[in-house]
T-cell receptor
Framework: SQKIEQNSEALNIQEGKTATLTCNYTNYSPAYLQWYRQDPGRGPVFLLLIRENEKEKRKERLKVTFDTTLKQSLFHITASQPADSATYLCALGLYSNFGNEKLTFGTGTRLTIIP | EAQVTQNPRYLITVTGKKLTVTCSQNMNHEYMSWYRQDPGLGLRQIYYSMNVEVTDKGDVPEGYKVSRKEKRNFPLILESPSPNQTSLYFC?????????????FGSGTRLTVV
């Protein structure tokens, strides 16, 4: 069956360290992968997108890698800050049977940065 | 400000009473979609629309209807709500269908059906 797994439900990281979140998938062939941030009671906010033919993308303190052989994406936040505490969602961009594209979400990892 | 606006933010209703959740975007986006979010299940797509008058089912369409008569609006209709439709609902839009574009989400509608 198709599955998207994000490494753990919750992750606690000391302030200033690098937080690494994992997104693994099975039985999918995504064309691209997106990462979102979601704060409690709010809608997800788009952070980064990486295509299947790209290995790495960076944006300020954020870095995303995409390994289609391992079927895995890693999301890194360097020099983490308490304000980075949130739930982070990965989403696979897939081609549907009708040629349309569809975004399928993982259940998220709740990240807490400890001062 | 570029945004997706959902109304209402909170809604408590009784089983069987028809309701509509509105969604409007001011970014001239072609693609719009509805998701529901439940603990442990993540975001699941209900319906999506590629453009005006073009809609299609997502993963969990049962019990829901949508329409796209104008580009900016994409209402979600529950003809006869049931308690298993109690959930947090999000509307999202994108310039086009994925690829180079992330989704912009609304602030959510928390629906309780008693």
């Amino acid at each position: 069956s198709q599955k998207i797994e994000q490494n753990s439900e919750a992750l606690n990281i000391q302030e200033g360290k690098t937080a690494t979140l994992t997104c693994n998938y099975t039985n999918y062939s995504p064309a691209y992968l997106q990462w979102y941030r979601q704060d409690p009671g709010r809608g997800p906010v788009f952070l980064l997108l990486i295509r299947e033919n790209e290995k790495e993308k960076r944006k300020e303190r954020l870095k995303v890698t995409f390994d289609t052989t391992l079927k895995q994406s890693l999301f890194h936040i360097t020099a983490s800050q308490p304000a980075d505490s949130a739930t982070y969602l990965c989403a696979l961009g897939l081609y549907s049977n009708f040629g349309n594209e569809k975004l399928t979400f993982g259940t998220g990892t709740r990240l807490t940065i400890i001062p | 400000e570029a945004q997706v606006t959902q109304n209402p933010r909170y809604l408590i209703t009784v089983t069987g009473k028809k309701l509509t959740v509105t969604c409007s975007q001011n970014m001239n986006h072609e693609y719009m979609s509805w998701y529901r979010q439940d603990p442990g299940l993540g975001l699941r797509q209900i319906y999506y629309s590629m453009n005006v008058e073009v809609t299609d089912k997502g993963d969990v369409p049962e019990g829901y209807k949508v329409s796209r008569k104008e580009k900016r609006n994409f209402p979600l209709i529950l003809e006869s709500p049931s308690p298993n439709q109690t959930s947090l609902y999000f509307c999202a839009s994108s310039l086009s269908t994925g690829l180079a574009y992330g989704y912009t989400f609304g602030s959510g509608t928390r629906l309780t059906v008693v």
